[in-house]
C-alpha cells in the first residue's frame, strides 16, 4: 500500500514557476512508476508527465514539453514536478499517482496507476 500527498500548489502569473512535491508512504516506492495527472473544471482528467521507477526514463504531455520537468528522490520517497514558463491553461488540480513498474499499458494512461494523491490546485494568472 502507498499513500501520495502532494504539496506545493499555489497562485502563479503567466510566465512563473511551481514546484510540485509528492510525498509517498511505504517501503515500495522505488518500485513504481510515476507520475503526474491534472484536471481542470469540466474536463476529464489529463497525464502530464511519468517517470520509471529508476527515474532513467521520464514522458510528458506535448503541451508541457520543454516547460516541465519531473524528478524524483527514491531515498525521500519523493517525486516532483517543476513547473516553468506557466500558461493560465495550466491551471488545474494535479494529482500524483503511482502505478507499476511493468505494464503492458502505457505510461500516460489513468489505468496503469492504483495509487492517487488527493491533490493539489494550482492557478495560472493571465
Known amino acids: 500500500q502507498v499513500q501520495l500527498v502532494e504539496s506545493g500548489g499555489g497562485l502563479a502569473q503567466a510566465g512563473g514557476s511551481l514546484r510540485l512535491s509528492c510525498a509517498a508512504s511505504g517501503r515500495t516506492f522505488s518500485s513504481y512508476a510515476m507520475a503526474w495527472f491534472r484536471q481542470a473544471p469540466g474536463k476529464e482528467r489529463e497525464f502530464v508527465t511519468a517517470i520509471s521507477w529508476r527515474g532513467g526514463n521520464t514522458y510528458y504531455a506535448d503541451s508541457v514539453k520543454g516547460r516541465f520537468s519531473i524528478s524524483r528522490d527514491n531515498a525521500k520517497n519523493t517525486v516532483y514536478l517543476q513547473m516553468n514558463n506557466l500558461k493560465p491553461e495550466d491551471t488545474a488540480v494535479y494529482y500524483c499517482?503511482?502505478?507499476?513498474?511493468?505494464?503492458?499499458?502505457?505510461?500516460?494512461?489513468?489505468?496503469?496507476?492504483?495509487?492517487w494523491g488527493q491533490g493539489t490546485q494550482v492557478t495560472v494568472s493571465s
Open positions: 499517482a503511482g502505478g507499476s513498474a511493468r505494464s503492458g499499458l502505457g505510461y500516460d494512461a489513468l489505468t496503469r496507476y492504483n495509487y
